[in-house]
């Protein structure tokens, strides 16, 4: 029996949310239903008040490797379908084989009874689905006898993606399809002044030349990026040579002056100035007066660049349109959003629209947008058969929705016992809400959080931003808007501990204070005795008692997301000019790890990734048009930059299970630059002992 399992991704699209749920609720339902792991697949689901369509999912094969918060009892209770299921199909046996359903079990997607006789779910679904339902629903499984929630499940598909065996949407076509591939206007908000395709229509096997524009009113993300004229051809070839050929004038609009450097300034000024924020985030306590009772200020500034999504796989976009029916491969992070972009754009029904999603080849956020989709069905529609869009390698850097670059400026007041009596954070950057149809008291959101660390361990904390306007497109990141703050908020704490002379795992164990829970917006809590814990836990493992005397910089950050807890503790070390990372630990904990062995990939392929942007990532924008093209000055960390192994700790518990999609990529990077500090520091303080010692000699 193959058990449909219809669940698609969280809809919502905030920058830097993952949708991680659509491979947890899987295998939480087929333990409550003891059913076969590997015949659970599932579809995306349609955004409310549409009919289910499908897109197939095949959650075994993908072997579940995410984790996101979601409590199994709780799951169980509402829905017939989860856990009054395996109580349904376990009275439909007992009644065909005149047996007590007490005497019989479940197991891998079969009813046993007594004297071994086995009955699939499958050829028992007839008879269940007319029974009914008890009045008072069964209850959930006991922990004590899960049998897939807690147990590593790895990633069956691992030796055909390392093998290159795996199809991506790139690699599907359809025999009619036309390829197409575009030349973008080089600013988003440009115009089209004058074009000639005698040329491109002239090399063999280009059959048209489209132009393509936004559609007004639209918002950004759910329609075409820039203004793009596209050629459509009978193969890829024959679509970049006519491409090359063509005879572009393009005319720049606002954005043909902006430059990153100057929104740096504009921001620095900001930030130095007495101007009013765009927003107030957060004001508690009265910071203006609690600098009578401080023995210390300190501030600090933290600029931090653009960044490109850079995805393996670029954009691309499989669509047939029939008369009736609109067919689409697409490699997306939410298909019920490419969905509203299709019904817009062709008029179809839902029950008429038909997405598949195989493997997608990386997506960061970046495929929560869904331009590409847009361009592939308004050529599917001027083309009249079926279309290929292929974007290439220089267009997914040169029209992303980038993260853009931001610029904290921290102060603190300390007293004399070295208590933390104030924080006032302010932020200057350009939101990535912008031009998305969010109000403009909300587009903070997704460039701060309500309450950040340590937002609720500080008497008086006020929290500002400052709104930087932009025409270059920005989107959902992975990993926002945590990652810059935590950057700069754990990067200062480091920069307090080096004022008041001390270590800086104290400083941090000091302003969490005891172990209690601490209510926060929304019905959240932060629980200082866990933060503590996982801080602890590094600390042991990277051998933090030796932090004084190591000739290597030992740093340290932690972290908390929505119920979750992390600590990364960095060994780094300067050779000459060169850094080399010696060690990576990583302690999280998420309550009750629905599967271990995906949990610690996912934290320590997160820890890799934002190392790597860390290091190396660092778009820059000139005369409106972003200068980087490709990997070559986009760099993505090589493996002789990065740690041999990142060492994983998953702290052992019975709490609800907390999200840890991203949960490792805010602390990775201030760990490591508190440790090149810590290293630069140790350089610096034994180069005047070393002159000594040769002088001696």
């Known amino acids: 029996m193959r058990i449909d399992v219809r669940q698609g991704a969280d809809r919502r699209a905030r920058p830097g949310h993952r949708h991680r749920r659509r491979h947890l609720l899987p295998r939480i339902i087929a333990d409550e239903l003891d059913a076969d792991w590997n015949t659970v697949s599932g579809p995306a689901r349609p955004r409310r008040g549409q009919r289910q369509r499908q897109t ?15 409590d199994p009892r709780r799951l169980a209770r509402p829905a017939p379908g989860r856990r009054k299921a395996r109580w349904l199909l376990l009275q439909a046996a007992a009644r065909r084989i005149g047996v007590p359903a007490s005497r019989l079990r479940c197991s891998n997607g079969y009813v046993i009874a007594p004297d071994g006789r086995r009955f699939g779910y499958g050829s028992l679904a007839a008879e269940a689905s007319k029974i009914a339902l008890p009045a008072n629903p069964p209850p959930p499984k006991e922990p004590a006898a899960y049998r897939l929630i807690g147990q590593g499940a790895g990633d069956v598909d691992a030796r ?11 690699d599907h076509h359809y025999g009619d399809a036309l390829v197409a591939v575009l030349a973008h206007c080089p600013w988003p908000d440009g115009t089209l002044a004058h074009v000639d395709t005698t040329d491109t229509l002239a090399v063999k096997g280009v059959l048209k030349v489209v132009q393509l524009k936004p559609e007004p009113g639209q918002p950004l993300g759910s329609t075409v990026i820039a203004p793009a004229v596209a050629v459509l051809a009978e193969d890829t070839w024959a679509a970049l040579q006519g491409r090359d050929k063509l005879k572009l004038e393009w005319k720049p609009g606002a954005s043909g002056g902006e430059n990153s450097a100057a929104l740096e300034q504009q921001a620095l000024a900001l930030l130095a100035g007495k101007a009013a924020p765009t927003t107030r985030v957060r004001n508690a306590g009265d910071v203006d007066t609690a600098g009578r009772k401080a023995a210390h200020r300190l501030d600090a500034t933290y600029v931090q660049p653009w960044l490109a999504h850079a995805t393996a796989e670029p954009m691309n976009c499989l669509v047939r349109l029939d008369k009736d029916r609109a067919s689409l491969v697409v490699p997306t992070q939410a298909p019920q959003l490419a969905w509203a972009v299709v019904q817009r754009l062709t008029g179809l029904a839902p029950d008429q629209i038909d997405i598949r999603v195989p493997r997608v080849g990386g997506g960061y956020g970046r495929r929560l947008d869904h331009d590409y989709v847009a361009e592939a069905v308004m050529l599917a529609k001027a083309a009249g058969r079926p279309v290929r869009l292929l974007w290439t390698r220089e267009q997914d850097f040169g029209h992303d929705c980038y993260r853009a670059g931001s610029v904290h400026r921290i102060s603190a007041l300390i007293d004399r016992k070295r208590q933390l009596l104030a924080w006032h954070q302010r932020m200057a950057s350009a939101s990535a809400l912008a031009r998305r149809g969010v109000p403009a008291d909300r587009l903070w959101t997704s460039e701060l959080q309500a309450e950040p660390l340590p937002a609720p361990l500080v008497p008086n904390y006020r929290s500002d931003w400052y709104a930087l306007e932009s025409a270059t497109p920005r989107g959902p990141m992975r990993g926002m808007p945590h990652l810059s703050n935590a950057f700069a908020a754990e990067s200062f704490i480091d920069e307090i501990a080096h004022l008041l002379r001390e270590d800086p795992l104290k400083t941090r164990l000091r302003i969490l204070g005891t172990p209690r829970q601490l209510p926060l917006d929304g019905g959240a809590t932060l629980d200082t005795g866990r933060l503590a814990n996982v801080l602890g836990l590094v600390a042991d493992r990277i051998e933090w008692k030796n932090w004084l005397r190591t000739v290597n910089g030992l740093g340290i950050a932690c972290w908390h997301i929505d119920g979750a807890y992390v600590a990364h503790a960095v060994e780094a070390a300067m050779q000459g000019e060169k850094l080399v990372i010696q060690r990576v630990v990583c302690a999280v904990d998420v309550g009750r790890v629905i599967n271990p062995l995906g949990l610690q990939g996912q934290v320590a392929g997160a ?9 190396n990532a660092a778009i820059t924008i000139k005369g409106g048009q972003v200068q980087q093209r490709g990997y070559k000055d986009y760099p993505l960390a090589s493996m002789a930059q990065l740690p041999n192994d990142v060492e994983v700790i998953t702290v052992a518990d019975d709490r609800a299970p907390a999200g840890a999609s991203f949960l490792a990529m805010p602390t990775a990077a201030p760990a490591l630059a508190n440790a090149v500090f810590r290293a630069s520091a140790v350089r610096v303080r034994r180069l005047p002992l070393m002159k000594e010692l040769l002088r001696l000699l």
């Open 56 to 70: 197939t999912l095949a959650y075994g094969r993908c072997g579940a490797r995410r984790h996101r918060r979601l």
């Open 607 to 615: 820890t890799l990734d934002a190392l790597s942007i860390a290091l």
């Open 160 to 170: 055909a993606i390392v093998t290159g065996q795996v199809r991506y949407a790139i």
